[in-house]
C-alpha cells in the first residue's frame, strides 16, 4: 500500500510551534487547483493542515513564514479525540521532506507584503533552470 503526499504551495499562516522542546510545528498551505472555476473563472485552492515533527519541524519554524512558498513531501494521517463529549476527527499531513521552492530574497519580499491571496496563478517565471547554459560534457548522464 503506498500513503504519499506532494505538495507546492504558499503558507496561510506563520508555523505554530508545540512540545516540550518545540519540536512540533503546525501550519496550514494553500495548494492552487490547475484548473479554474467555471463560473467564477478563477483558480480555486485547497487548504491543507500539516504537521512536522523533530528537525523538519526546526527547518520549517526558522525558514518559513506566511506567505511563503514552499515544497513539501510526506503522508496523509487521520485521527480522532475526544472534546466535551464530542469525538473530533482530524486529516493532515505529516511532513516528512521539505523543499525551498523561492529565493530567500523572494522569501523576504512576501514577508514585507501584508495581503496573500490564495487564488494567486502560479508564475511561470520561477524556473532556476531556465538560462542555465551547461553543455552535454558538463552533465553527468
Known amino acids: ?12 499562516n506563520n ?19 490547475p484548473f479554474k472555476d467555471k463560473q467564477t473563472g478563477e483558480y480555486e485552492s485547497d487548504f491543507v493542515p500539516c504537521i512536522a515533527f523533530s528537525k523538519t519541524a526546526e527547518i520549517i519554524s526558522n525558514n518559513f ?15 480522532k479525540f475526544e472534546k466535551d463529549g464530542q469525538t473530533i476527527y482530524t486529516n493532515d499531513c505529516v511532513v516528512e521532506n521539505v523543499t ?16 496573500f491571496n490564495a487564488k494567486q496563478p502560479v508564475s511561470q517565471d520561477d524556473n532556476p533552470f531556465e538560462n542555465t547554459d551547461i553543455s552535454e560534457s558538463e552533465l553527468p548522464f
Open 1 to 12: 500500500m503506498m500513503n504519499s503526499i506532494s505538495l507546492i504551495g504558499n503558507l496561510v
Open 65 to 79: 513564514n506566511k506567505g511563503n512558498k514552499i515544497g513539501i513531501t510526506g503522508r496523509w494521517q487521520s485521527g
Open 100 to 115: 525551498f521552492v523561492e529565493s530567500k530574497s523572494k522569501q523576504q519580499n512576501n514577508q514585507s507584503n501584508q495581503s
Open 15 to 33: 508555523p505554530q510551534t508545540y512540545g516540550e522542546n518545540n519540536n512540533v510545528v503546525k501550519f496550514m498551505v494553500a495548494v492552487q487547483r
